[in-house]
């Protein structure tokens, strides 16, 4: 045989070799999954809710007119800090001047007439004196008919002069109105606190609210010494939620600062939507009490807050991608479990959970410390079976897989 044929079937062999043995050396062969693990051990686990909203002082007043005029002074600016009864703004008052002109003059007119109907009773009733005096002395001077008349003009004028004095009281009550109204044009701070809105300026029109129109709103006072986050929360986390539950808040105009806060009150009803606002879900509104707010805090900041609404210091705990879901023995409806690695094979195991928190669940039953479950990759727990085998990721493959 030529020798170049001889290296030709040597060559062929070390080829065919190599591709039926180093498979088997180095396990490609193998379809055997490679998982990562766990040991279930104990941990302590927060629960919480997430979030978002706005915040608002808990207390400020949105302050409108209650008189339609041209404002012809406006004492702040927004932002300012005001004291109660501080006069904020003063409205026109020359048309209500005139009112309370008319009004008066209305009254001086019914006290006189008041006056004037008090006179014609007194000389009725004088008149029906002497008619009584002649008709006692001698009827036939007087006639029944006469003294008729005389009782009942007696009576008309008593109406009259009662009603002239009620026309008094109606007459003091518009003069009293108006001189309310007066005083409405000069708009004072209902509150201490500080102007988070000012929306009118010096020679606008303030516009009073009626049924369909809310009217103006001048501005407004809050007071900031307490800030509340308004959040909205859906309908299926409002039942974890207790009065008092700490959060924790952050706002995007404070980066990288965390402020602490308490639950102070949760909505009894749902949030309305309206329009193109309206959706399926349900949401309530649950208000937070800040507890260490900053001082350049302004109103309506957007806000996100984890709300806590369960803890366990040392609670038996595992990664909560180890969880799936299976067909129970029954056959009625899913359960829930973990593949437990026993030797080289992955043994379902059901269990039962307790809280979640940000990466594990805490188990109730179905595991000990120390046992060792299956926590990734998601496809292979998705995929194994009750009995598959399975081989541990090494040191590099776990480092590899840990950022699936």
């Known amino acids: 045989m030529k020798r170049w044929i001889k290296v030709a079937l040597g060559v062929a062999v070390v080829v065919v070799a190599a591709a039926v043995g180093l498979p088997l050396l180095f396990g490609a062969g193998d379809r055997t999954p490679e998982v990562r693990t766990e040991e279930v051990a104990t941990r302590e686990l927060v629960s919480v809710i997430t979030a978002t909203g706005n915040v608002r002082p808990r207390r400020q007043v949105n302050i409108s007119s209650d008189v339609m005029g041209r404002v012809v002074e406006v004492n702040v600016e927004e932002g300012d800090e005001v004291e109660r009864g501080m006069l904020l703004l003063r409205i026109d008052p020359s048309a209500i001047e005139a009112q309370v002109s008319r009004a008066r003059a209305g009254l001086s007119q019914a006290q006189a007439q008041v006056t004037q109907s008090r006179a014609n009773l007194i ?228 269990v039962t959970l307790g809280i979640t928190g940000a990466t594990h669940f805490e188990v109730l039953s179905g595991l000990s410390a120390g046992d060792v479950v299956v926590s990734g990759p998601f496809q292979s727990i998705q995929t194994l079976q009750d009995g598959d085998a399975v081989r541990r990721m090494g040191a590099s493959g776990a480092a590899a897989a840990s950022r699936d």
């Open 123 to 350: 000389q009725a009733e004088r008149d029906l004196a002497r008619v009584e005096g002649i008709r006692a002395t001698d009827p036939n001077l007087v006639s029944r008919q006469a003294l008729d008349d005389a009782e009942t003009q007696v009576e008309i004028l008593r109406s009259v002069l009662e009603s002239s004095e009620f026309g008094v009281e109606q007459a003091r009550a518009q003069l009293a109105e108006v001189e309310d109204q007066r005083t409405r044009t000069t708009i004072r701070a209902p509150i201490s606190g500080r102007v988070t809105r000012l929306n009118i300026e010096e020679g606008e029109t303030a516009v009073v609210g009626t049924m369909n129109n809310p009217g103006s709103l001048l501005l407004t006072v809050g007071d900031l010494s307490v800030i509340e986050a308004v959040l909205t929360v859906d309908e299926t986390d409002v039942p974890r939620i207790a009065l008092g539950d700490s959060a924790v808040v952050e706002m995007d105009a404070f980066p990288g600062q965390e402020f602490a806060g308490v639950v102070a009150r949760i909505g009894n009803s749902a949030i309305q939507a309206t329009g193109s606002q309206a959706r399926a879900s349900v949401d309530f509104e649950v208000v937070l009490t800040l507890l260490d707010p900053p001082e350049a805090l302004r109103p309506d900041l957007s806000a996100t807050a984890e709300i806590i609404v369960d803890r366990r210091d040392d609670a038996l705990a595992v990664p909560i991608i180890s969880v799936a879901l299976r067909p129970s023995e029954d056959g009625d409806e899913d359960e829930e479990g973990v593949f437990v690695v026993d030797g080289d094979r992955a043994v379902w195991t059901p």
